[in-house]
């Protein structure tokens, strides 16, 4: 929901005649909201893009929250990401999430303001310097190029699919544009086009028909470049078993065939049929050392080929690299391999080896306890109990820790972008909130449910307001142990000084009805009464769920990444 309405004379007052206007123009081309915090350095910009009224804007109130919602709104939407915030310490505060957003390759334009262009003023920093450290580009405006500027911006963080820093020198933001400056916009940004060797696609459709138990892995790459169809079709020709990474979710569907997610996440069945796979073919997805299970995934013969617009392979498990849009890959796929005969013999092989029906093997989870040893929540029989209640038309939205191996794991989702995980790439904590923020924004028809820890909430706290006024109807569930779960895990089972890693107990369900949402305390199953009968009133707002959890009840994927620092620290 937008937290401006300009008027029809605003809008009428408004022509493209300033350096501010010139950019917020060529913006709106490419998106509708803008994700903001107001100060010295972006005022006259956003003065701009309230008065033109083609873009929303949604405040927040912490500039991280900017940056980290418009990524959250590009992976709920697929549209660029548009965040701005002022110079300075506001501009160093958003750091962070500009990070996650350059190693998760999401298109986004950061619009800052930046020192004058007589030269820095005693509290400028190297502005560029410091976003090329974290991997984005800046391109800064002039009085003679603001539109060309906001046009390079675009182009560049499309067709590369990166966020890019387009910076407005503080002594030119209001003044007017040069007549240069004004020339026409131009076309729409076109991705470029990268060709497909027919000798080595026809060699790979080859070894997919020669496999015995052949595996699809589709990630995020797949579903963001149209390839869900023709995967779908290619895995039922080659009767090959399919799995996804965690951000590529919901791309197969849930049927005999499907083995939910790869790596840390999968299920033990499924991880066991995944290690059977003799060939796999893996589209879009980076195969880091989450969903490869620390190289453990596959098995020592199977043969790896990875389908990605990258120039090499990402991982050195890969034995062969098919450079490639996904979609035209998989489409030449599916022409090649054909649909006659493929079909049985691959589930043939499947069959043979206690794999020839995998129904529900995402879902093949242990249930828990209903309250754990020490009193607390079991995680496992809160998560599975939250898959029942939560409506169905909902987005998940999570923040880092540990219990991050929960909401994946537990609650099902109907596509990719229905499950954000900002800040998994740079493995971030305090994301959470502004990244429901994004999410209500894209999907205001959709429940929004953000699972987030004590550690995490209490990081990015201010943004619980933003949640409260822009989510229409969300779920927050707080998974709180007292304590920042991941380092409990990790090193206080090390001999490591716990005391730095607890938290004082929180009351967040008192703090959310602060902010103007409901809330309850969840010590027990029984206790999300409370959450259900919120839901069943259809009533608007947010419900802030509490949720006492135990810290003895390790997820699965924890246990693999104490598993592996230890064998690394062995030598």
Not at 243 to 261: E, P
Request: charged share 20%; hydrophobic share 50%.
């Amino acid at each position: 929901m937008p937290d401006t309405a300009p008027s029809t004379a605003d809008r009428a007052a408004t022509a493209v005649t300033t350096v501010s206007a010139a950019i917020a123009a060529e913006l709106e081309r490419h998106a509708s909201v803008v994700f903001a915090l107001m100060g010295n350095g972006n005022a006259w910009f956003l003065d701009a893009v309230v008065r033109r009224g083609a873009m929303a804007v949604t405040t927040v109130r912490h500039e991280a929250a900017t940056v980290a919602a418009a990524d959250a709104h590009h992976r709920a939407s697929g549209a660029l990401a548009i965040a701005t915030t002022t110079y300075g310490p506001g501009y160093t505060n958003a750091i962070t999430p500009l990070a996650e957003a350059a190693i998760a390759r999401v298109p986004l334009v950061l619009v800052v303001g930046d020192q004058p262009t007589a030269g820095p003023r005693p509290w400028d920093i190297d502005q560029r310097a410091v976003a090329t450290a974290v991997g984005a580009p800046t391109i800064v405006a002039t009085r003679a190029d603001a539109a060309g500027a906001a046009r390079r911006a675009v182009e560049t963080a499309l067709v590369e699919r990166r966020p890019v820093v387009l910076a407005i020198p503080y002594d030119i933001a209001h003044l007017e544009v040069e007549e240069a400056a004004l020339e026409p916009a131009a076309d729409a940004v076109a991705e470029p086009f990268l060709s497909i060797d027919a000798e080595q696609l026809a060699g790979v459709a080859e070894q997919l028909l020669e496999a015995r138990r052949p595996l699809v892995l589709a990630g995020r790459g797949a579903h963001l470049a149209g390839a869900a169809e023709p995967l779908r079709a290619l895995a039922a020709a080659l009767g090959a078993r399919t799995a996804s990474s965690v951000l590529g979710s919901g791309i197969f569907a849930d049927d005999h065939r499907h083995l939910g997610i790869s790596g840390g996440f999968a299920s033990e069945r499924a991880a066991a049929a995944i290690e059977r796979a003799d060939v796999v073919l893996v589209v879009g997805a980076s195969l880091n050392q989450f969903q490869t299970r620390f190289g453990d995934a596959f098995a020592p013969d199977a043969r790896i080929v990875q389908v990605d617009v990258l120039e090499g392979p990402t991982n050195p498990r890969v034995d062969e690299h098919v450079r490639g849009d996904a979609r035209l890959v998989a489409d030449a796929l599916v022409a090649l391999v054909g649909t006659e005969g493929a079909d049985a013999h691959g589930d043939a092989g499947w069959t043979e080896a206690g794999f020839g029906d995998v129904t529900g093997a995402q879902r093949d989870r242990e249930p828990g306890d209903a309250i754990a040893p020490d009193g607390r929540l079991d995680p496992r029989s809160l998560f599975h109990a939250l898959e029942r209640i939560l409506p169905e038309d909902r987005v998940i939205v999570s923040d880092g820790g540990h219990f991050i191996g929960w909401a994946p794991t537990h609650l099902s989702v109907a596509d990719p972008e229905r499950l954000l995980l900002v800040g998994t790439a740079f493995q971030t904590i305090g994301l959470g909130f502004p990244s429901a923020v994004g999410a209500g924004v894209a999907r205001p028809e959709s429940t929004i449910v953000l699972v987030s820890g004590d550690g995490g909430a209490l990081m990015g706290i201010a943004d619980l307001d933003s949640v409260v006024r822009s989510v229409r109807h969300g779920v927050i569930v707080l998974v709180n142990d007292a304590a920042y779960g991941a380092e409990i895990h990790q090193y206080a089972v090390r001999g490591v000084a716990e005391e730095p890693m607890l938290i004082e107990q929180v009351d967040f369900a008192a703090v959310a009805r602060g902010f103007g949402a409901e809330g309850a305390v969840i010590e027990s199953l029984d206790d999300l009464r409370h959450l259900e009968a919120w839901l069943a009133s259809g009533a608007d707002g947010v419900f802030l769920a509490d949720c006492r959890v135990s810290r003895e009840v390790v997820a699965p994927y924890m246990l693999e990444v104490v598993e592996a620092a230890k064998r690394a620290s062995r030598g």
